[in-house]
Protein backbone atom coordinates (compact mmCIF):
# COMPACT_ATOMS: atom_id res chain seq x y z
CA UNK A 1 0.00 0.00 0.00
CA UNK A 2 1.43 3.35 -1.05
CA UNK A 3 -0.14 6.53 -0.12
CA UNK A 4 0.76 10.37 -0.51
CA UNK A 5 -0.30 11.39 2.89
CA UNK A 6 -0.29 9.88 6.28
CA UNK A 7 -1.89 6.51 7.13
CA UNK A 8 -2.60 5.14 10.76
CA UNK A 9 -1.57 1.55 9.35
CA UNK A 10 1.21 -0.09 7.61
CA UNK A 11 1.90 1.69 4.26
CA UNK A 12 4.60 3.77 2.53
CA UNK A 13 4.50 7.00 1.59
CA UNK A 14 5.41 8.16 -1.81
CA UNK A 15 5.86 11.01 -3.62
CA UNK A 16 4.96 11.94 -7.31
CA UNK A 17 8.59 11.90 -8.56
CA UNK A 18 8.25 8.00 -7.30
CA UNK A 19 4.90 7.51 -9.09
CA UNK A 20 6.18 8.85 -12.25
CA UNK A 21 9.13 6.36 -12.32
CA UNK A 22 6.24 3.53 -13.64
CA UNK A 23 7.86 0.89 -10.87
CA UNK A 24 5.35 0.29 -9.19
CA UNK A 25 3.16 -3.16 -9.76
CA UNK A 26 1.18 -5.34 -7.35
CA UNK A 27 -0.09 -2.35 -5.28
CA UNK A 28 -2.54 0.11 -4.14
CA UNK A 29 -1.86 3.18 -4.45
CA UNK A 30 -3.98 6.22 -2.41
CA UNK A 31 -3.83 9.79 -3.87
CA UNK A 32 -5.67 12.86 -2.32
CA UNK A 33 -6.59 15.96 -3.99
CA UNK A 34 -6.35 14.06 -7.12
CA UNK A 35 -6.45 17.05 -9.19
CA UNK A 36 -2.61 17.75 -7.91
CA UNK A 37 -1.27 15.34 -10.18
CA UNK A 38 -4.20 15.62 -13.32
CA UNK A 39 -6.07 19.39 -13.10
CA UNK A 40 -8.86 19.44 -15.41
CA UNK A 41 -8.00 23.04 -15.63
CA UNK A 42 -4.67 23.03 -16.71
CA UNK A 43 -3.28 20.40 -19.25
CA UNK A 44 0.76 20.18 -18.90
CA UNK A 45 3.25 17.54 -19.84
CA UNK A 46 3.34 16.86 -16.27
CA UNK A 47 -0.46 15.92 -16.33
CA UNK A 48 -0.14 13.93 -20.01
CA UNK A 49 2.63 12.04 -18.16
CA UNK A 50 0.50 11.05 -14.68
CA UNK A 51 -2.51 9.71 -17.16
CA UNK A 52 -0.23 7.59 -18.81
CA UNK A 53 0.26 5.55 -15.14
CA UNK A 54 -3.26 5.71 -14.49
CA UNK A 55 -3.78 4.31 -17.51
CA UNK A 56 -1.18 1.27 -17.22
CA UNK A 57 -2.43 0.69 -13.84
CA UNK A 58 -4.25 -2.46 -14.75
CA UNK A 59 -1.40 -3.70 -16.59
CA UNK A 60 1.12 -3.37 -13.71
CA UNK A 61 -2.05 -5.22 -11.16
CA UNK A 62 -2.11 -1.47 -9.44
CA UNK A 63 -4.84 -0.55 -7.96
CA UNK A 64 -5.45 3.62 -8.22
CA UNK A 65 -7.65 5.34 -5.61
CA UNK A 66 -8.05 9.28 -5.82
CA UNK A 67 -10.26 11.45 -3.44
CA UNK A 68 -11.23 14.96 -4.95
CA UNK A 69 -14.27 17.62 -3.48
CA UNK A 70 -14.78 18.31 -6.79
CA UNK A 71 -14.68 15.58 -9.38
CA UNK A 72 -14.70 17.64 -12.21
CA UNK A 73 -11.36 19.26 -11.00
CA UNK A 74 -9.89 16.20 -12.15
CA UNK A 75 -8.68 15.21 -16.09
CA UNK A 76 -11.28 13.90 -17.94
CA UNK A 77 -8.98 11.19 -19.05
CA UNK A 78 -8.41 10.14 -15.42
CA UNK A 79 -12.68 10.25 -15.06
CA UNK A 80 -13.05 8.42 -17.73
CA UNK A 81 -10.86 5.54 -16.50
CA UNK A 82 -12.78 5.15 -13.41
CA UNK A 83 -14.67 1.88 -12.47
CA UNK A 84 -16.47 3.13 -9.39
CA UNK A 85 -17.40 6.56 -7.90
CA UNK A 86 -18.19 7.10 -4.63
CA UNK A 87 -19.95 10.46 -3.87
CA UNK A 88 -20.23 11.36 -0.32
CA UNK A 89 -23.10 13.87 1.37
CA UNK A 90 -23.57 14.73 4.80
CA UNK A 91 -26.90 14.54 6.46
CA UNK A 92 -28.64 16.41 7.11
CA UNK A 93 -26.02 19.21 6.89
CA UNK A 94 -22.59 19.65 6.90
CA UNK A 95 -22.15 21.70 9.90
CA UNK A 96 -23.60 19.10 12.31
CA UNK A 97 -23.91 16.19 10.23
CA UNK A 98 -25.42 12.75 12.32
CA UNK A 99 -24.72 10.63 9.31
CA UNK A 100 -23.05 10.40 6.22
CA UNK A 101 -24.67 8.82 2.60
CA UNK A 102 -22.20 7.47 0.40
CA UNK A 103 -23.77 6.57 -3.21
CA UNK A 104 -21.83 3.95 -5.14
CA UNK A 105 -21.98 4.45 -9.46
CA UNK A 106 -20.50 1.45 -10.72
CA UNK A 107 -19.27 3.17 -14.39
CA UNK A 108 -19.27 0.19 -16.37
CA UNK A 109 -23.19 -0.66 -15.33
CA UNK A 110 -24.62 2.41 -14.41
CA UNK A 111 -26.00 0.35 -10.88
CA UNK A 112 -26.31 3.12 -7.97
CA UNK A 113 -26.22 2.23 -4.34
CA UNK A 114 -26.64 3.89 -1.42
CA UNK A 115 -25.80 3.77 2.08
CA UNK A 116 -26.10 6.04 4.82
CA UNK A 117 -23.80 5.72 8.19
CA UNK A 118 -24.36 7.35 11.37
CA UNK A 119 -21.44 9.41 12.13
CA UNK A 120 -20.25 7.23 15.43
CA UNK A 121 -20.35 4.11 13.67
CA UNK A 122 -17.51 5.82 10.92
CA UNK A 123 -15.11 7.09 13.71
CA UNK A 124 -13.11 3.81 13.47
CA UNK A 125 -12.66 4.46 9.95
CA UNK A 126 -12.06 8.03 10.20
CA UNK A 127 -9.22 7.10 12.40
CA UNK A 128 -7.28 5.35 9.84
CA UNK A 129 -5.64 8.76 8.13
CA UNK A 130 -5.71 12.48 8.86
CA UNK A 131 -8.31 14.49 7.22
CA UNK A 132 -6.52 17.54 8.10
CA UNK A 133 -3.28 17.54 6.96
CA UNK A 134 -2.61 19.82 4.00
CA UNK A 135 0.06 19.38 1.28
CA UNK A 136 3.28 22.04 0.98
CA UNK A 137 2.80 23.49 -1.90
CA UNK A 138 6.12 24.91 -2.29
CA UNK A 139 7.89 20.55 -1.50
CA UNK A 140 4.92 20.02 -4.09
CA UNK A 141 6.34 22.32 -6.69
CA UNK A 142 10.07 21.21 -5.88
CA UNK A 143 8.79 17.65 -6.44
CA UNK A 144 7.07 18.87 -10.11
CA UNK A 145 10.59 20.73 -11.16
CA UNK A 146 12.10 17.14 -10.52
CA UNK A 147 9.27 15.51 -12.81
CA UNK A 148 9.57 18.18 -15.20
CA UNK A 149 13.74 17.48 -15.44
CA UNK A 150 13.05 13.98 -15.94
CA UNK A 151 10.74 15.18 -18.76
CA UNK A 152 13.41 17.02 -20.70
CA UNK A 153 15.87 14.13 -20.01
CA UNK A 154 14.00 11.60 -22.22
CA UNK A 155 12.37 14.04 -24.75
Do not use: W
Not at 69 to 92: T, Y
Amino acid sequence: MYSDFKLNFSFKRISFVEIMKFELSNAVVILDEGYRYADSHHRSKLTTLFTYFVQQTRKRHVDFITASQRIMNIDIRIRDLAELRIFCEALPNSKHPQHLRYTFLEVGTGKITQIAYPMKALQKAFSLFNTDEYYDIFEEAKEKDKIRQMIRAIS
